[in-house]
């Protein structure tokens, strides 16, 4: 499966945007999902998953409550909203896909197909 991340850009604090990550090559029914960011010269972490189905959602604790995952099957794409910006959420963010899990993984390890990223942008 190919992962292609849209959406990122430069808003101000307190605004929404909204990341789309449109998947080809399989059906993303078979996989569950995440969303991973990377602030610069920091590492890469976990930021929000969901289960195949989209029943099951889980959310680092820096963004919970401003962050909702979701996903369109029937379109192979997933989705992050981000409402309520901060400056410390700058950074790349990445869409991944993985199956070694029965149900979902906050684990960057254990995804294995990964998109481009998306640079979000929020200044102090």
């Known amino acids: 499966v190919q992962l292609v991340e849209s959406g990122g850009g430069l808003v101000q604090a307190g605004d929404s945007l909204r990341l789309s990550c449109a998947a080809s090559g399989v059906p993303i029914s078979t996989y569950y999902m995440g969303w991973f960011r990377q602030a610069p010269g920091k590492e890469r972490e976990f930021a929000a998953a969901?289960?195949?189905?989209?029943?099951?959602?889980f959310y680092a604790d820096s963004v919970k409550g401003r962050f909702t995952i979701s996903r369109d099957n029937a379109k192979n794409t997933a989705y992050l909203q981000m409402n309520s910006l901060k400056p410390e959420d700058t950074a790349v963010y990445f869409c991944?896909?993985?199956?070694?899990?029965?149900?979902?993984?906050?684990?960057?390890?254990?995804?294995?197909?990964w998109g481009q990223g998306t640079q979000v942008t929020v200044p102090t």
């Open positions: 991944a896909a993985g199956r070694t899990r029965q149900l979902v993984s906050l684990r960057a390890n254990e995804y294995d197909r």
């Open positions: 969901i289960s195949r189905s989209g029943s099951s959602t």
